[in-house]
């Protein structure tokens, strides 16, 4: 494996099996001396098979150092996305107001698109050899987003978040996938520009929209 940073192995734990009531268990020794087949072994842990900054060797033709290249360039727009995907459901649930029903789907319609970024982002990783961004602590270590409220706030402030949001992945994305095609990875690049990019300027085109100040019904 080629390594960015030293890996944190866990300490092993030895499994302990929890069937320890009172009563005869599907653990215990039988007649027959097999009942030990049908427990499930439980509680088990061990130490990673390959730590996340890692990479594994595929055979896709690209060297080492282009492929941890794109593996760290996908996992930085991979945790920013997941971030905007879970802003859309945020917003999903506490949009208010006399636009609720738009909005409310448009978020919704929005997430589901952000849902496909983040499966394709996370398995090309996979594909490079390398170990995607998956748990939510570890996408807030890693997400350069402004993080948001817990609270409700004023649907234009929804928006503009997320609309900063895209904008910042969009910059990230280009970027990267200039780069990605100067290193000779062809299907990152694709990646980027074919699905990351134009979904999300599409999407802010939608959101934007909703912050142009018109008169509904006298014209100016
Ligand atoms: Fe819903």
Redesign the pocket.
């Given at each position: 494996m080629a390594t960015m940073n030293p890996s944190r192995m866990q300490p092993f734990q030895k499994g302990s099996n929890a069937a320890t009531a009172s009563m005869p268990t599907a653990g215990s020794a039988g007649p027959n001396g097999r009942q030990q087949e049908a427990q499930p072994i439980l509680r088990q842990r061990s130490e990673e098979t390959q730590p996340y900054g890692t990479l594994t060797r595929v055979p896709i033709g690209l060297d080492d150092d282009v492929r941890l290249a794109s593996v760290e360039a996908l996992n930085q727009i991979l945790a920013n996305t997941m971030v905007l995907r879970d802003l859309y459901?945020k917003h999903?649930?506490q949009v208010s107001g006399p636009t609720f029903i738009a909005l409310?789907e448009l978020f919704?319609k929005h997430f589901e698109q952000q849902v496909e970024l983040v499966d394709d982002l996370a398995e090309r990783v996979q594909i490079l050899g390398g170990i995607s961004v998956a748990m939510p602590h570890d996408v807030a270590e890693r997400s350069t987003l402004e993080r948001p409220p817990s609270g409700r706030e004023e649907v234009p402030v929804q928006i503009s978040r997320m609309l900063e949001a895209h904008e910042q992945i969009l910059v990230q994305a280009r970027q990267q996938a200039r780069a990605a095609a100067d290193r000779g990875d062809d299907g990152t690049n694709d990646l980027l520009v074919s699905q990351v990019v134009r979904t999300n300027e599409m999407q802010a085109w939608f959101l934007s929209q909703h912050l142009v100040d018109t008169p509904l019904v006298r014209a100016k």
């Open positions: 459901k999903h649930w409310h919704d």
